[in-house]
């Protein structure tokens, strides 16, 4: 019987906590199947000397054709968002649980497939090595994709978002609702996104 293969990104990430390095060496990643059919990828943004980061899913249309992270309609609700609560974009490092965009053909549009516990496993390595170069008080967490990354497959967003967890990557990591989420239910749009802003006031009071 033929020996599976392991799925990892671990032999593409380099021993280092220099983000420079690590960004890098990102696109040369085969540790899933994601990078194939991606247009490139995206790896994290933002200060090196960030007190907080915020971790998505993965990268969306728009994120895969521009290369950064966070710049598509969810990007900019979420920077709304921020800004609304008070928290300062610019001193947040923003990233995400999976590095490849995934995707699925409709007509011409190309829709996001949620990633599998096997690519999100695969990827954590490089969202290890990200935390571990920064060192941050704060991880927020947007969606069950990276809470689960972070937290563990038992991690509920509906009970547990807004609540402040001890982990290993960082002092202090939080859940929240992914902005893209939102945009996905616009009949509910004024109350998710409200909410939304409630548990970034809690970053922002953390942050200041
Ligand atoms: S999604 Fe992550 S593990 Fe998979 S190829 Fe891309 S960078 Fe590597």
Partial sequence: MAKAQKVSAAEWVPHT?????LRSAAPSC?????????????FGEG????????????????EDRRGHPFVGPAG????????????DREKVYVTNAVKHFKWIERGK?????KPS?????ACRPWL??????????????LGATAAQSLMGREFRIT????????????????ATIHPSAILRVPERYEEEYALLVRDLKLVAERMH
């Fill in 30 to 42: 085969r540790g899933c199947e994601l990078y194939a059919r991606a247009t490139q990828v995206v």
């Fill in 17 to 21: 906590r220099d983000l420079n390095v």
């Fill in 76 to 87: 900019r609700l979420l920077s709304k968002a921020m800004e609304e609560a008070g928290v």
């Fill in 117 to 121: 516990g096997i690519e999100v496993s």
């Fill in 159 to 174: 009970t547990d978002r807004g609540r402040f967890f001890p982990h290993p990557w960082a002092k202090e990591v939080m």
């Fill in 47 to 62: 200060p090196r000397s960030a007190n907080v980061v915020m971790v998505g899913e993965q990268p969306g249309d728009e």
């Fill in 109 to 113: 549009r190309r829709i996001h497939a």
């Fill in 128 to 141: 290890e090595a990200e935390l571990a170069s920064i060192e941050p008080e704060l991880v927020v967490c």
